[in-house]
């Protein structure tokens, strides 16, 4: 990678969602950017197309009401300037209070806005080698063996690693409407979710066949390093059929939980509900909320069409499980993202150890504005200012993090009402963001 004249340079390596945040912070405040990312020579696991900014799983962005801890901080991001939440409003579909995207339509604007760039050039290549040049790494949970291989040998054994799974995609043409209905929990919202209701001799049976069922032995996915690492998943993205093996109840009292969900034809509450959530603008395909799964490809489909209205289900995509790679940053980084023992280095995005689409936009926002702004950390009021600090302070068991309330200091005066609780964090949030901003 060689840079010359005497344009500010960087080379930024991924252009998934922190890198595409990143090189457009950059290029819009004159830097150049060599943007570098491996597809479509080279695919991940997860990704299905050479588009930069690629969404791999489930299209929605989470909820943008601010008394969530994800709405506050699209909220903060916007305060911030993030690009690709523009972009996101511009592609969204129904989803209630969600912000959720027509996938193929948000990357392919992202790779659009960045091909016509003047000031950021793309080349399509894996990177394998690190050099001395002012570099940030987004290559994401899925980064290449090799060039993981290069972390490890400049980290030494601080990388860390864990195992999630993506839900499967139905076309919408080959479910059952007589069964299906639409609405959003206790009708907050519009009804932009269709719902499966269980009854309990259909819920009873669904559990039993996801205990049964057959998953990917883990030798199948990864390399010989990775088997040699113990097995775990990150609790925020558990397969259903590990969480079946929890308990009976353990799905209807979570992710099928029926509560709000009143079926608009009987007035009767279903013992158990799957939700339904758009794929993309057509409508013509859905994602089944909280189905992330690795059964082998031959029981999702017999499992899954275990679902009341899946009878004839065609599946456009199945669940997989995949390697989630992350790295030690409170042991690896300096307060200003970039590495302790190689100081031209800078780790963005999920590797660095956020967790979510919006967090590793946050992510590629955040380095961006520390290299080329200087900015100081947000306040401590903040969900940004707190995930910067998580990252970055010692921690002995660090796991990747996302946007909660849990980050945020107490309000000075107790507030037991838990709604008003949470509006007050978020007012106190962005007051402090803007004062902290000049705004
Ligand atoms: C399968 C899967 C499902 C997920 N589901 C969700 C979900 O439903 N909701 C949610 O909020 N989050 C989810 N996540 C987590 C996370 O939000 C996303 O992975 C997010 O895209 C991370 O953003 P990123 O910019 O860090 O990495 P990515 O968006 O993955 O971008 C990394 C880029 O780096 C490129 N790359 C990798 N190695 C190299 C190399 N050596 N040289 C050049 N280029 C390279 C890749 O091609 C890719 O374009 C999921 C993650 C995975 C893997």
Redesign the pocket.
Same mark, same amino acid.
Request: with cysteine; charged share 15%; net charge negative.
């Given at each position: 990678m060689k840079h010359t004249g005497i344009m500010k340079k960087i080379n930024i390596?991924?252009?998934?969602?922190?890198?595409?945040e990143a090189a457009l912070q950059f290029a819009d405040r004159g830097w150049k950017v060599f943007l570098?990312?491996?597809?479509p020579g080279?695919?991940?696991? @997860?990704?299905e197309t050479g588009l930069? @900014?690629?969404?791999?799983?489930?299209n929605?962005?989470?909820s943008e009401l601010h008394s969530t801890a994800s709405g506050l901080l699209k909220a903060e991001m916007q305060l911030l300037g993030c690009k690709l939440l523009n972009i996101a409003h511009e592609c969204r579909v129904p989803a209630g209070n969600a912000l959720a995207v027509d996938r193929k339509m948000f990357a392919r604007s992202v790779t659009k806005i960045i091909e016509k760039h003047r000031n950021i050039e793309i080349i399509r290549?894996?990177?394998?080698e690190l050099d001395n040049d002012l570099t940030i790494i987004?290559?994401?949970?899925?980064?290449?063996d090799?060039?993981a291989g290069e972390l490890r040998r400049i980290i030494g054994d601080k990388q860390l690693y864990f195992f999630?799974?993506?839900?499967p995609i139905v076309a919408a043409g080959s479910l059952d409407y007589n069964i299906l209905y639409k609405k959003s929990r206790y009708d907050k919202g519009s009804d932009d979710y269709w719902n499966c209701p269980f009854s309990r001799d259909e819920y009873e049976h669904f559990v039993e066949l996801l205990e049964k069922a057959e998953k990917h032995p883990i030798h199948e996915f990864e390399d010989k390093f990775f088997q040699s690492l113990k097995f775990r998943f990150y609790e925020n993205?558990i397969p259903i059929e590990e969480l079946a093996r929890r308990g009976k109840e353990t799905l209807r009292f979570g992710v099928m939980r029926p509560v709000g969900l009143d079926n608009p034809a009987t007035g009767k509450r279903p013992y158990a509900v799957i939700q339904l959530r758009s794929e993309n603008l057509a409508g013509n395909a859905f994602n089944l909320v909280g189905c992330?799964t690795m059964m082998k490809y031959g029981e999702q489909e017999k499992v899954f069409r275990a679902i009341p209205g899946f009878g004839k289900a065609e599946f456009l995509r199945l669940g997989?499980i995949?390697r =989630?790679s992350y790295i030690d940053s409170p042991q690896v980084l300096n307060m200003d993202f970039s590495m302790k023992n190689r100081k031209n280095i800078y780790i @963005?995005?999920?590797?660095a150890g956020?967790?979510?689409?919006?967090?590793?936009?946050l992510?590629?926002l955040l380095v961006a504005m520390a290299i080329s702004e200087k900015l100081d950390l947000p306040p401590a009021t903040t969900i940004s200012g707190q995930l910067w600090r998580y990252l970055l302070n010692p921690n002995k068991n660090f796991q990747p993090m =996302?946007a909660n309330f849990g980050l945020l200091p107490d309000l000075e005066k107790k507030e037991r009402d838990k709604k008003l609780k949470k509006s007050k964090l978020a007012d106190r949030s962005l007051r402090d963001l803007q004062i902290f901003l000049g705004k």
């Open positions: 390596i991924g252009g998934g969602l922190a890198g595409s570098y990312d491996m597809r080279k695919m991940t696991p @997860a990704h930069l @900014a690629e969404i791999v799983c489930s929605s962005l989470k290549k894996e990177v394998t987004a290559t994401g949970p899925l980064t290449s090799k060039l999630d799974s993506i839900a993205c992330q997989s995949h =989630n @963005a995005g999920q590797l956020v967790e979510g689409y919006m967090e590793s936009i992510s590629g =996302n």
